[in-house]
C-alpha cells in the first residue's frame, strides 16, 4: 500500500528541499560569480545548449566535437528550453540544485514504502541531503547525470509498487543522461530481477541498459567523435577500446586485481560508506549490485578524480547505499536507529568532508583581479570568436567560437580571435603566469590587435572592426566548406 505523507511531514519535507535546493543555487552561483567555474564542464554544456537554442550545431569550439561525442547525453537537448526564454548559465545551476535536492523526496518514499515511521523517514531524506557528494558535485560546474540521481531513486519506488509505465520513463531519462548510467541501468535490471523479484521492470532495465550501452558505445559516439569513447583512454591498460577492455576484464585478470587490492581502492570505499557506515550491514547489501558496474568503473580507472566525494563519478552509487540503509533500518541491523544519533552522525560527515571551507579560501585566490575580469568581460560585446582562460570561458560562452589558453599546446593562431582576453595573475587551468606574459608581449607587438582594457594583470585585446568583419567572413567560409565536407 502506498504510504503518503502527513501534513506536517509533507510541509516539513518541503521546506527542507526547498531549503536545500536554494543553498546548492546560491553556493553554484557563488563559485561562478568569483570565476572559480571553468570551460570543462560548465563551459562545454553551456555553449553546447546555447548552440541548441540558436538552431546551430552543438559543437564545442574548445573540444572540437559535438557533445554528443562525449557521452551521448541527448538529456541536455530540452534544457535548450530554457535558453529560448533566456540565454543563462544560472539555468543549469537551477537545473542541477533541483535535481541534487529532490533525490530526497524518493528518499523518503522508499523509507515509507518499506514500512519505516515518518520520523524516521523524514530523517533518511536529511540523510540523503547532507550526504557530502550532493554539496560538492554542486560545486563542480555542471553535469547532467544530477538529473538523473532522483529519477534512479524514484525508479527503484515504481519497480516495488510495480508501476511499469513510471518505471520505464524514468529509466529511458536517466539512459539520456550519460552513456555509463547504461551500464547501472543494466545491472539494477538484474538486481531486481534476482533480488527484488521484479521480472517485467527488471527485465525492462537489463534490456534497455545493455542495448543503449552498446549503440551509445559503438554508434552514437563514434558517429559524431571518429577517435570513440574518450573515457577510454583512463583504461588504457586495459585496452584501447569498450570492447577490448571489457573482454580483458575476464581474461587478463592480473591487470585488475592490483587495481581493486590496493590503498587506494581502499581509501575511496571507506569515502564512500564513512557518511552511510551507521546503517549498513552486510546482510542487506543486495541493493549495491546495481553500483557494482560504476564501482569497478571508478576502482579500475587512472584518474583519481573518480574515487572522491568531489566529482559526478561516484553518484550512481548513492541511491542503492540509501537502499541498502534503508533494507538494514527495516531489519533492524543498524549500528542505531535513534534519529538525533542518525542526523548527529550525518551532520559530522558533511562537515569533515564537504568542500564548504572553499569558499573561504580556493575560491578567494583570485580575488585581487575579480573586478578588473569583470570590467573586461563586460567590454566583450559581439559574438565574435574569443580566447581566454580556462575559468573565463564559461562567462562568454554565448557564441560559436571560444578556446582557452592551454601552455603545453602549439601555439594558437591569433588572426582566429576577435578577442584575447588574459588574467597574467591568474592563468587558468593548463596555463601558466609566464606563458600568459609571453602571449601579451606578443599581442602587444601585433598590428591586428588593440590593447582595450588593462588593470590588475588583466589584459583585452581586440582586433579592430575592419578586420573582425573580415575574420568573421573567412570563419564562416571555413565553417560552410566544413558542414559540406561533413555531409558529404
Known amino acids: 500500500m502506498t504510504r503518503y505523507p502527513s501534513f506536517p511531514e509533507s510541509g516539513l519535507l518541503g521546506w527542507m528541499i526547498t531549503g536545500w535546493a536554494l543553498l546548492l543555487l546560491i553556493a553554484s552561483s557563488a563559485r561562478h560569480i568569483l570565476f572559480q567555474s571553468g570551460a570543462f564542464d560548465l563551459g562545454y554544456f553551456d555553449q553546447a545548449i546555447y548552440l541548441i537554442s540558436q538552431g546551430q550545431a552543438p559543437v564545442v569550439s574548445f573540444w572540437g566535437f559535438h557533445f554528443l561525442g562525449g557521452h551521448a547525453d541527448w538529456m541536455v537537448y530540452p534544457l535548450a528550453l530554457f535558453y529560448k526564454i533566456y540565454p543563462s548559465v544560472y539555468w543549469l545551476f537551477a537545473v542541477q540544485a533541483i535535481s541534487l535536492a529532490l533525490g530526497a523526496l524518493p528518499t523518503y518514499h522508499l523509507a ?78 538484474f538486481w531486481l530481477l534476482v533480488f527484488e523479484k521484479k521480472r517485467v521492470c ?21 558517429a559524431f567523435r571518429p577517435a570513440g569513447v574518450e573515457a577510454t583512454l583512463r583504461y588504457a591498460y586495459l585496452g584501447d577500446s569498450v570492447l577490448e577492455i571489457a573482454k580483458n576484464l575476464f581474461f587478463k585478470p592480473d591487470l585488475v586485481l592490483g587495481k581493486v587490492f590496493s590503498l587506494a581502492t581502499l581509501e575511496y570505499g571507506l569515502l564512500l560508506i564513512a557518511p552511510l557506515i551507521w546503517g549498513l550491514s552486510i546482510h542487506c547489501l543486495a541493493p549495491l549490485t546495481a553500483a557494482l558496474p560504476l564501482l569497478v568503473m571508478n576502482i579500475l580507472s587512472d584518474a583519481p578524480s573518480q574515487r572522491d566525494l568531489v566529482h559526478q563519478y561516484s553518484l550512481p552509487v548513492l541511491p542503492f547505499l540509501l537502499v541498502a540503509v534503508i533494507a538494514a533500518l527495516t531489519a533492524q541491523k543498524t549500528w542505531f536507529r535513534n534519529r538525533w544519533k542518525i542526523l548527529l552522525w550525518s551532520l559530522i560527515a558533511f562537515l569533515v568532508l564537504a ?32 580566447l581566454t582562460t580556462h575559468n573565463i570561458v564559461p562567462h562568454l560562452t554565448h557564441r560559436p567560437h571560444i578556446r582557452f589558453t592551454i601552455a603545453s599546446a602549439p601555439s594558437p593562431d591569433l588572426a582566429k580571435f576577435d578577442y584575447i582576453l588574459l588574467n597574467t595573475r591568474h592563468p587558468g587551468w593548463m596555463s601558466t603566469p609566464e606563458f600568459a606574459l609571453e602571449l601579451v608581449n606578443q599581442l602587444q607587438k601585433a598590428p591586428n590587435f588593440k590593447l582595450r582594457y588593462h588593470q590588475d594583470g588583466v589584459y583585452l585585446f581586440v582586433m579592430p572592426p575592419q578586420l573582425i568583419c573580415q575574420g568573421a567572413t573567412e570563419r564562416s567560409s571555413v565553417g560552410l566548406q566544413s558542414q559540406v565536407d561533413a555531409g558529404s
Open 202 to 222: 527488471g527485465a525492462i532495465a537489463l534490456i534497455t541498459g545493455v542495448a543503449w550501452f552498446l549503440i551509445a558505445t559503438q554508434v552514437v559516439i563514434p
Open 355 to 386: 568542500k564548504y571551507g572553499y569558499f573561504g579560501s580556493l575560491y578567494l585566490n583570485s580575488l585581487d583581479t575579480w573586478s578588473a575580469t569583470r570590467a573586461a568581460v563586460a567590454q566583450v560585446q559581439s559574438k565574435g570568436s574569443v
Open 112 to 189: 515509507r514504502q518499506a514500512g519505516l515511521q515518518g520520523s524516521l523517514a523524514i530523517t533518511l531524506a536529511a540523510v540523503y541531503l547532507l550526504y557530502p557528494l550532493i554539496f560538492n558535485l554542486n560545486l563542480f560546474d555542471f553535469h547532467p547525470e544530477v538529473m538523473a540521481l532522483p529519477l534512479i531513486l524514484t525508479a527503484v519506488w515504481t519497480a516495488r509498487q510495480d508501476k511499469v509505465w513510471g518505471f520505464a520513463i524514468c529509466t529511458i531519462i536517466i539512459l539520456g543522461c550519460r552513456d555509463a548510467l547504461s551500464l547501472t541501468v543494466a545491472a539494477m535490471g
